[in-house]
């Protein structure tokens, strides 16, 4: 509302998006009805540029969104491997990231993907498990205790908030660099960024982070997790959008049924708003 408003009149708006994935956190479906509304020029890009043409990745994301299951395990771009029960799952989680981490050098081109933060296989648990093999303790290596997480020097974090004074914002992802008694220090792309005291509650550990966080950024490899305890949480356009965030590799780790699930689940999707008749002109307000 307060872009639109500031614009001038001769101002030419164009917005760019995709309306598959996630909505937005609060209310409402705007690019969603904005199209759906026939009321502005629409044009869809279908040429692909991060992924190579034609590559299982672009395809299977097609698949998925049209309510088909991927083709998984015809080569090494799409896999899937399914676990027996959520705790082994977790650990097969860790070593996979381990050794895909091996394979591209990069601790941020592989990203683990989880609908929910709780459970063996959520956010918070596969994080500790990754630390756990990837950035053990070691004599010499500082460390210090924020709110229900360790942090390491050389632990791969997440902003978690914008803050304007620091020039981080709610997504990005550093490096801890230095601690000092109560004081992190992190390295991101543009800039080093120093968290002291209470501050330090501001960054969380990202080894694996929410599809819903990853929205917008993109990976070499996504290891996404879809098991059954999150099934509150599976539905079409969180799997699509997981899927889309990989260049390279897909590894899904879960079970067939919680994949059949994600695939075939669009009842969370609807959002009722009465922004198409207004655009439309049929709801004068």
Known sequence: YHLLSALKPQCRCILVGDADQLPSVGAGAVLHDIIASGQVPV????????????????????????????????????????????????????????????????????????????????????????????????????????????????????????????????????????????????????????????????????YAITVHKSQGSEYHTVIMVLVNSHAIMLQRNLFYTAVTRAKRKVILVGTKRAVQTAVQNQRTSRRFTLLIPRLQGELIV
């Open 43 to 206: 044009v869809r890009l279908d040429t692909i540029f991060r992924q190579k043409e034609g590559g299982r990745i672009v395809t299977n994301a097609h698949l998925i969104n049209s309510g088909c299951l991927p083709v998984v395990n015809e080569d090494t771009e799409f896999r899937f491997v399914e676990i027996d029960n959520e705790a082994d799952g977790a650990e097969k989680i860790s070593a996979l990231y381990n050794s895909e981490l091996l394979e591209t050098g990069d601790k941020f081109a592989v990203q683990v993907l989880s609908p929910m933060y709780k459970n063996p296989c959520g956010v918070d648990n596969l994080n500790q498990l990754i630390q756990e093999r990837f950035n053990p303790p070691a004599e010499g290596k500082a460390e210090l205790k924020g709110k229900n997480v360790v942090f390491r020097v050389g632990d791969k974090v997440m902003q978690k908030h914008n803050d304007y004074e620091k020039g981080v914002f709610n997504g990005d992802m550093g490096e801890i660099f230095a601690i000092q008694k109560d004081m992190v220090y992190v390295c991101y792309p543009e800039q080093d960024v120093k968290y002291e005291g209470q501050e330090v509650d501001e960054i969380t550990l990202a």
